[in-house]
């Protein structure tokens, strides 16, 4: 069964530093989505991509946050200048019209 | 602000049990509700509901909408051990399809 891939599965990183978050989201899915989950916490959207452009984003998605979509396959987001709060679990996650979501397996994101 | 709140949070059960989980929404412009279990780590999509009363199965779950009274159930029959995990209720609006509102989740145990 086709899969999202997400890696690194782990990321520890210093505040202030900068990371990327990969994602292979599934080869015919069209819309391409980012969600993290607080240890403990809801699930919440981050933001959603379609045709190479953002179409929705959240509070939460504020300047430090980017997204990209570098090639056909890869679907990244970026976090400028991380800090202690962005501690949480990425999911990447891929969809077609009217069905519904398939996530990756996530990055867990341990800001120090 | 969009709200889903899903009941109970926690539920112990015995195998063989079953079960109905609830899940209740407020949102503007409701597009579907999606139900997903999260074992561990990426949620898993079940089902996704747009239209009142038409239930969905797939083998020992089922799931229902009732658009009238904002809310959701989802069934699992015959439970068994694997069947412990939580279950994800979210709600997408109609505008912004996978910009979804997450519930806190029901945590189902089910004891041999």
């Known amino acids: 069964e086709p899969e999202v891939t997400q890696t690194p599965s782990h990321q520890v990183t210093q505040m202030g530093q900068e990371v990327i978050l990969r994602c292979v989201p599934i080869?015919?899915?069209?819309?391409f989505y980012w969600y993290r989950q607080i240890l403990g916490q809801k699930v919440e959207f981050l933001v959603s991509f379609y045709n190479n452009e953002i179409s929705e984003k959240s509070e939460i998605f504020d300047d430090q946050f980017s997204v990209e979509r570098p090639d056909g396959s890869n679907f990244t987001l970026k976090i400028r200048s991380t800090k202690l709060e962005d501690s949480a679990m990425y999911f990447c996650a891929s969809s077609v019209p009217n069905y519904g979501y398939t996530f990756g397996s996530g990055t867990r994101l341990t800001v120090v | 602000e969009d709200k889903v709140v899903q009941s109970p949070l926690s539920l112990v059960v015995h195998e063989g049990d079953t079960v109905t989980l609830n899940c209740s929404y407020e949102v503007t412009n409701f597009r579907s509700l999606l139900w997903y279990k999260q074992e561990k780590k990426a949620p898993t999509f079940l089902f996704m509901l747009?239209?009142?009363?038409i239930e969905k199965k797939s083998g020992r779950l089922s799931s229902i909408l009732d658009k009238k009274e904002l809310s959701s159930i989802l069934n699992i029959t015959a439970t068994q051990t694997g069947d412990s995990a939580i279950y994800l209720c979210a709600v997408d609006p109609y505008t912004n399809a996978g910009k979804s509102t997450f519930g806190d989740g029901t945590t189902l145990t089910v004891k041999p």
């Open positions: 080869s015919n899915h069209l819309y």
């Open positions: 747009t239209s009142s009363g």
